[in-house]
């Protein structure tokens, strides 16, 4: 009957058991893959975090050790490195996210002159090619006659940063129906408690996916970082410079931490959505 | 005011005066008066474009007027904003805020004028609108009917003079809205607060609210109680948007004394003079009408038997189409064209089937006279639209 024939299929049409296990598996089997390629390189930084070189360099396996962990500041001005590395990308960060999301919200909401020209002006730090970027920018800070430094590697970060934020919280606040602030005045919200309680708690998954791109492209730009830091040191650029002359195993210490307390947000992240939506 | 007090709080009026709203050249809302009375439902009716949301959004004080004030419970309120105006609106598609719970939407209005114990206004209004066990999720998961009880919940508890309801309906399928109408029409009696009804749904206005004011192209064009503007519409365009409308072309024969004589291509007709909202001259013209259920079709074999005294018009059937309570009769009328008849099946008459000779008849008291200057098919395509 056909209904037993769509149950159990005739065994002459049945493949083989393991290619219905691929079959199967197979969407599985290429995630899988793909992670693996993502995250191979990380886990060869972590494994030569407990490595102890013969040597400057860092490349091949010797054997186990802590040191470095022990002593990730044991290289000198690595850590100070480091340091100014976070508070840039920190300010930056904070500067991007605060411009970006003003210029975004001008963007969606209002109707003024050059305003096309502007939508079009802020994509163009993401088009550019950094290196041609970067030579303008130093053009222009020495033509102004001002001194390199964290100053203008900060201004240059917060510059390339905009474009970011500006996208993702202007796709945000596009798609957010106008009624809803309406409503909100309508519920007794003064404009201010409008913006706070409605306006900007629906946008900020686009101002923090913004304020992260930001962090993340502030904290390791070498290339803009190096035409305008002067005698500065940032960490890519100290992780660069010591390459030259030989590898730390402290560089995989600070790269390995980064990358698990990244993986630790994430995490962390997705439990509270999780949690979230079952309650 | 003297008039007595309800059990429960009262609403406020809206008087507006002189309104009006332009945009660049456009005219959205011509200048108009309106009084909104305390505690009553009033429905804003008309097509899409017709100026009733510009209307309502301007007394909730989303839109400023161009000209004109409007007044609430007799305090001029017009210079407000609207988290000032003791007035709240149930949005088009409900603009409930996606990031807060249900209990947190309904409680937003409390929240923002300071109410620091909302937990028990918020559960009792929750299960007035029947949606108690819903208050922890978040609007995108409830049903469409749902969503809309919340915008009710989160409007009301505020108790609001006034509420505003912009198409409150008109996301929701046919079956839910009729429950929904009902739904409205109970908590509004409950509650006492004057309703702002605006909807393009001529039945619902007319199920539901007190007074109806029908709009059209920025003015209102006739104001009143639902059976007044059917059985009396002023105007071709409430003639014809609400329900069906006969209309003849007419020519005045006598005009003095209660009842005016009309000649419409050979037959004679007879129209109350005070149901004539026209000027009616011996030799002019009006438009008389008359209702497809007011109309009764007898076989023009019959046609010596029936009562004196009824307005009568020789016809055949066009085309008839039985839906259960009634049969719809298209009948066409020489020199006239065609009318609509809606027939009860109480006892039907096996003769009267596309071809037959007929004739119309009518008591004179059923109709009505309107300006023949009017365009005659004002509001009739609208209708079909908004249906």
């Known amino acids: 009957m056909a209904v037993r024939d769509t149950t159990a299929p005739p065994a002459a049409r049945a493949p083989h058991r393991g290619l219905r296990w691929l079959r199967r598996h197979l969407v599985t089997l290429a995630g899988l893959a793909t992670l693996g390629y993502l ?168 101002i923090a996916s913004g304020a992260l791109l930001s962090f993340a492209l502030s904290f390791d730009d070498f290339i803009i970082t190096n035409f305008n830091a002067g005698s500065t040191v940032t960490f890519p650029m100290f992780v660069w410079g010591s390459a030259q002359r030989g590898t730390p195993v402290q560089i995989n210490v600070i790269g390995s931490a980064m990358f698990l307390i990244a993986v630790l947000c994430v995490v962390a992240g997705q439990l509270a959505g999780a949690r979230r939506k079952r309650s | 005011m003297t008039r007595t007090a309800p059990p429960h709080r009262s609403g406020g009026d809206v008087r507006l005066e002189g309104i009006s709203k332009t945009y660049g050249s456009f005219t959205a809302v011509h200048p108009l008066d309106l009084t909104v009375p305390a505690g009553s439902f009033f429905a804003l009716l008309g097509a899409s474009g017709c100026g009733k949301t510009t209307t309502l959004r301007m007394i909730a004080g989303l839109e400023d007027p161009t000209t004109g004030t409007v007044a609430l419970s007799g305090q001029d309120v017009t210079a407000l904003p609207p988290y000032k105006r003791q007035v709240n609106t149930v949005f088009q598609n409900y603009a409930l805020f996606p990031h807060l719970d249900i209990h947190e939407n309904v409680a937003f209005g409390l929240r923002r004028r300071g109410i620091k114990s909302v937990k028990k206004p918020v559960e009792e209004m929750l299960d007035l609108v029947q949606l108690g066990p819903m208050a922890r999720r978040r609007p995108q998961q409830l049903s469409g009917g749902q969503q809309q009880r919340v915008a009710v919940a989160r409007a009301l508890i505020n108790k609001p003079e006034v509420l505003l309801l912009d198409e409150p309906l008109g996301a929701l399928d046919l079956k839910l809205r009729r429950q929904m109408q009902l739904e409205l029409k109970r908590i509004q009696t409950e509650v006492g607060i004057t309703f702002v009804h605006v909807t393009h749904d001529q039945e619902e206005a007319m199920t539901m609210a007190d007074t109806v004011a029908v709009m059209n192209g920025g003015r209102v064009e006739q104001l009143g109680a639902p059976a007044d503007l059917y059985e009396n519409p002023a105007s071709t365009f409430v003639a014809n948007f609400l329900g069906t409308s006969n209309l003849i072309e007419a020519e005045v024969v006598t005009a003095d004394g209660e009842e005016l004589l009309l000649k419409a291509g050979d037959a004679a007709l007879r129209l109350p003079a005070r149901r004539c909202s026209a000027p009616a001259r011996p030799g002019g013209k009006v438009l008389a009408g008359v209702r497809p259920e007011k109309v009764t079709l007898a076989h023009a074999d019959d046609a010596g038997s029936l009562p004196g005294g009824r307005n009568l018009l020789p016809a055949r059937i066009k085309d008839a189409g039985f839906i259960g309570v009634s049969t719809q009769y298209v009948v066409t009328v020489p020199g006239l064209g065609e009318l609509a008849v809606y027939e009860q099946n109480i006892e039907r008459d096996g003769r009267l089937i596309p071809g037959a000779d007929v004739v119309l008849h009518w008591s004179p008291a059923h109709t009505f006279g309107l300006d023949a200057a009017q365009d005659i098919g004002a509001g009739a395509d609208l209708d079909e639209e908004a249906a």
């Open chain 1, 39 to 206: 995250i191979l390189p990380n886990v060869v930084v972590l494994v030569f975090s407990f490595n102890k070189p013969n040597g400057r360099f860092n490349y091949s396996w010797q054997r186990f050790s802590l040191d470095a962990w022990r002593d990730p500041c044991g290289v000198a001005d690595l850590c100070g490195s480091l340091g100014l590395s976070l508070r840039i990308a920190v300010w930056a960060t904070l500067g991007a996210t605060v411009l970006g999301t003003m210029i975004a919200f001008a963007l969606a909401r209002y109707r003024f002159r050059a305003r096309s020209s502007v939508n079009t002006l802020i994509f163009l730090p993401m088009a550019m090619p950094e290196v041609v970027m970067a030579a303008s920018l130093a053009t222009l800070f020495l033509n102004m006659g001002i001194q390199f430094g964290f100053w203008t590697i900060l201004i240059a970060h917060i510059m390339f940063c905009l474009s970011f934020v500006v996208t993702a919280v202007k796709a945000r606040v596009m798609s957010m129906d106008p009624r809803l602030e309406q409503a909100a005045q309508d519920l007794y919200a003064s404009p201010v408690q409008t913006f706070l309680r409605v306006t900007l708690p629906i946008a900020a998954p686009g």
